[in-house]
């Protein structure tokens, strides 16, 4: 059994395929043999602006996505990081060995700088990777699921953990990433080149857990394809319909290649109105047992999380300020 620890930002009010797809399915995997923490991690979404009361909402419905995707809290952990004080509190001593010139090197952050330029940066997203290695580093978590534009963030996290053992001794476990490769990236409805994302500001370019029927069936015909009108996956020439037909093998479990020899005859049009109705289907469970739970299971759920997050944390904080002489 190993310690397994990965969280999502409540920077929306909901999630979408890709989160499932990409991360919450192999949680549900990963929970049935593992010690497992799964976080809000609700004090990374202040990287960006956020309206209080909407962040609040936001958190609320992030816990209910969990537990109705189906995480246990009898088997995992699942708490807000901004309730354990020990995440900042780890957060500035790793700061205080971190390089700049590391931070600078963060493809999110140069990203970030060329749209919007060097003035407008804000500090907290030059950090960012300081607090993930915090958060990942205060559990001695052992595998760390990441999508693939975050494995940059996780070496830095094990290059903090390195230097920080060389120089105190050793304090810290040096994690290992979990990259799911099928389904790890589904990429957006409106532009298959880029991944699928919840800040997106077309809302059509993503199937959110929640969007009722008719949305979906909307979202899916408006999806990008070509005009070869052939059913065929090719990620490099037909991005379109290979991000579809992603889709499709995920939600039916139904082979690539099967779907390929089953939609060979046929045009977009008919395999896009299978597809609606397969993820209509295939989110119906999950959209039940979301509108079923209570206010008071939320706080129930967060309680006994911070409970046992906290006890974890506090005996680590009390070692590494021991270590660098802070008793």
């Known amino acids: 059994m190993k310690r397994v620890l990965s969280g999502i930002k409540p920077s929306s009010d909901v999630l979408h395929l890709g989160h499932y797809f990409g991360a919450i399915k192999q949680w549900l995997t990963l929970q049935e043999k593992n010690e497992c ?150 990429m957006a409805l409106d532009d298959p080149t880029k991944k699928m994302s919840k800040s997106d500001k077309n809302p059509f370019s993503f199937i959110a857990l929640t969007d009722k029927p008719e949305l979906i069936k909307t979202k899916i015909k408006k999806a990008v394809t070509d005009s070869e009108n052939r059913i065929k996956y090719d990620p490099i020439k037909k991005p379109g319909i290979s991000n579809l037909l992603t889709i499709m093998s995920l939600v039916t479990r139904i082979p690539l290649k099967s779907l390929e020899k089953k939609y060979q005859e046929t045009g977009y049009a008919l395999f896009k109105e299978d597809l609606a109705e397969a993820i209509i289907k295939f989110l119906s469970p999950f959209q039940t047992k979301y509108n079923q739970i209570s206010s008071s299971q939320i706080e129930k759920v967060l309680s006994e999380g911070r409970k046992k997050a906290k006890t974890i944390a506090q005996k680590k904080i009390q070692l590494v300020y021991q270590k660098i002489g802070l008793r």
């Open 37 to 186: 923490f799964f976080a809000v991690v609700d004090l990374h979404a202040l990287t960006t602006p956020q309206e209080p009361k909407q962040l609040q909402k936001n958190i609320t419905n992030l816990v209910k996505t969990y537990l109705a995707s189906g995480l246990n809290p009898q088997k995992v952990v699942i708490f807000k990081q901004s309730e354990i004080a020990e995440h900042t509190q780890l957060f500035w001593v790793l700061t205080t060995i971190t390089k700049v010139s590391e931070l600078f090197l963060m493809t999110q952050y140069k990203d970030k700088v060329q749209k919007e330029g060097q003035k407008s940066a804000l500090a907290g997203l030059l950090n960012y990777p300081i607090l993930m290695a915090a958060d990942i580093l205060l559990y001695d978590a052992q595998l760390v699921p990441v999508g693939e534009d975050q494995i940059q963030h996780l070496e830095l996290t094990r290059e903090i953990a390195r230097r920080f053992n060389q120089r105190f001794g050793e304090t810290f476990v040096l994690p290992q990433p979990l990259v799911e490769k099928v389904g790890a990236r589904i």
